[in-house]
Nanobody
Framework: QVQLVESGGGLVQPGGSLRLYCVVF????????MGWYRQAPGQERELVAT???????HYADPVKGRFTISTDNAKNTLYLHMNNVKPEDTAVYYC?????????WGPGTQVTVSS
């Protein structure tokens, strides 16, 4: 059984920084693909960034150069470092883990970018 819990969301001003956390209860396997997605009000859930077991990262165009995805397997934690945030980054951010074809999601954490 895998459970994901996100934290670190909140209110941040445009141009500011925020770090999101996703704790994996049940440990991170060496074959897991992990990622962050987001969903703004009235919008579909969209990819933000993914990280392969080999350590290769992929970013959606709107966040390239501003966001960084990383893991600390010893802490069973996935991170999303968000820099130079913009109002259009406002959304609920979800952690995702894919293991042997199964998708696992956390409940999400709200990020609001506003002055």
């Amino acid at each position: 059984q895998v459970q994901l819990v996100e934290s670190g969301g909140g209110l941040v001003q445009p141009g500011g920084s925020l770090r999101l956390y996703c704790v994996v209860f049940g440990s991170i396997s060496a074959r897991d693909v992990m990622g962050w997605y987001r969903q703004a009000p009235g919008q579909e859930r969209e990819l933000v960034a993914t990280l392969t077991p080999e350590g290769k990262s992929h970013y959606a165009d709107p966040v390239k150069g501003r966001f960084t995805i990383s893991t600390d397997n010893a802490k069973n934690t996935l991170y999303l470092h968000m820099n130079n945030v913009k109002p259009e980054d406002t959304a609920v951010y979800y952690c995702n883990l894919v293991r042997q074809g199964w998708n696992y999601w956390g409940p999400g954490t709200q990020v609001t970018v506003s002055s």
